[in-house]
């Protein structure tokens, strides 16, 4: 097995990545300048990951890689609740890049799993449960600092990473960041909301009330109806707990909104997602076709395709 260096320390064994293809591409666009091809096209933000992309297969330590897309905003949770996150608002200009990001990442020869019916939050819960299990997997790496995608950590086996920021979420992370552990964190966006994914959450429960009942009885079903028996004492329990009892039907479809999914039917095991290089004929015409040819040199000195 090769050994390689991530976070605190080195790491014996395969290690999986799992890059949130839409959380990128949405940081790209806002972090890198607009551009646009000869037609017009903006493609601004695809180049932006083409070229971080790259800097990650070239960093040595990605051998095996996939990387999911909310090919469409809308999901399942949408027929499940009207309030649910839609495409509406986005910017024309990052929105028409949807597609091309996911060339950007075949054209890498990275695994790509662009998400219709699911999202990519669960293909890449499902992917990160699937190798975690997998004997020959020592860690399983989630490059996203999603607050949604912290249920998937697991001690030791799943972690995420903020490339930006180079910052790492491991278990003891989730409980010092949010004050629950990985398997309350469905409940805790129940209770406290979620503006990016339209869940509004319980009225007068915030982070704090959250955490603290929520490290004591871990799941939603578990809090007791009254605060008077609650084991643990709050500002306002009263009104903390009236309101859910109040809203708990909501909540619970809150939290089935929140919780990601472990079923999306993904065809890649291990050795599909292993990174055997970019196919450099794809590769060549799509840096042609965004003006960026020193990608192709850097990624072709990778590649044995």
């Known amino acids: 097995m090769s050994q390689t260096r ?23 666009y806002f972090a890198v300048p607009k551009s646009q091809t000869a037609a017009g096209r903006e493609v601004g ?11 990650l297969l070239g960093s040595g330590e990605v051998t095996h890689v996939a ?11 949408n027929e499940l609740f009207g309030g649910y996150k839609t495409g509406e608002g986005i910017d024309p200009d990052l929105y028409s890049q949807f597609e091309l990001a996911e060339q950007v990442t075949r054209a890498l020869g990275i695994v790509t799993w662009p998400m ?21 997997v020592t860690r399983v790496v989630i490059a996203s600092p999603d607050k949604d995608l912290a249920q998937c950590v697991s001690e030791a ?13 491991d278990a003891a992370g989730v409980v010092k960041k949010f004050g629950v552990t990985p398997q ?8 406290v909301g979620d503006t990016a994914d339209g869940i509004p959450g319980i009225p007068r429960w915030g982070a704090k009330s959250a955490a603290s009942v929520l490290a004591e009885y871990v ?13 643990v004492k709050l500002r306002g329990a009263e009104v903390l707990s009236q309101n859910l009892e109040a ?50 040199e850097r990624v072709r000195g990778l590649s044995h395709r």
């Open 6 to 28: 991530r976070g605190s320390g080195y790491v014996k064994g395969v290690q999986v990545h799992l890059i949130d293809g839409t959380f990128e591409l949405f940081r790209a």
């Open 45 to 55: 933000a695809a180049r932006g990951l083409l070229r971080s992309f790259a800097a």
């Open 67 to 77: 990387c999911a897309f909310d090919h469409v905003i809308e999901s399942f949770r």
């Open 116 to 136: 219709i019916e699911f999202e990519a939050d669960d293909a890449i819960a499902t992917a990160s449960h699937r190798f975690a299990a997998h004997p020959d």
């Open 157 to 169: 086996r799943v972690v995420c990473w903020d490339r930006l920021r180079n910052n790492w979420l």
């Open 184 to 191: 309350s964190i469905p409940d805790y966006l129940a209770l």
């Open 219 to 231: 799941h939603l079903e578990d809090i007791p109806p009254s605060a008077s028996t609650w084991r």
């Open 247 to 296: 809203q708990r039907e909501a909540a619970l479809l809150y939290r089935r909104l929140a919780t990601l999914r472990r079923d999306v039917p993904l065809q890649e095991g291990l050795a599909e997602v292993c990174w055997r290089g970019a196919p450099l004929a794809d590769l060549s015409a799509l840096c042609e076709d965004l003006n960026e040819p020193g990608v192709f």
